[in-house]
């Protein structure tokens, strides 16, 4: 037998053990419990909008965080669409602990970090350029 099949088996007659001796498993054993809610909240337009403003976000970025197009940012801020199961659960954590996403979105906006965020892409492109009239503009990158 391998080692780490042996291992497994040796880890399996210690927990084997313990629940025969009626030992609390937590005194031998890292018990972890985790209550999540079975589905995540549902979002209209005005409820997505208000988590994007909450973090100052541009339908750019914001489709560029969650990894989405900005049109489908904006067909749900529009009530076009819903957001998906997965997006609705990332926009409740957002929506829930607002100090850690601006802390995280913080040190993504740090030049030097080597964490931001790519530029967003999309129908309306923003200014490429570097803000004074007349100078050389940067290439855009199609991240898609």
């Not at 489709?63 to 990332?90: D, H, K, N, Y």
Request: proline fraction near 8%; include cysteine; aromatic fraction near 6%.
């Amino acid at each position: 037998m391998s080692k780490i099949g042996e291992k497994i088996l040796t880890a399996l007659r210690e927990f084997g053990d313990v629940l025969e001796s009626g030992e609390p498993l937590e005194k031998r054993f890292t018990i972890r419990s985790y209550v999540i809610p079975a589905e995540p909240a549902e979002y209209d337009g005005p409820a997505v909008r208000a988590v994007r403003e909450c973090y100052a976000m541009s339908q750019g970025v914001f489709a560029r965080f969650l990894c989405v197009s900005s049109a489908t940012v904006q067909s749900w801020e529009q009530g076009r669409r819903v957001p998906s199961p997965i997006a609705r659960r990332l926009l409740d954590e957002m929506a829930a602990c607002p100090e850690h996403f601006q802390s995280r979105f913080a040190r993504l906006s740090a030049p030097t970090s080597g964490l931001a965020l790519p530029p967003a892409t999309g129908r309306r492109g923003g200014n490429t350029g570097t803000g004074r009239k007349g100078a050389a503009k940067k290439p855009r990158v199609k991240t898609s």
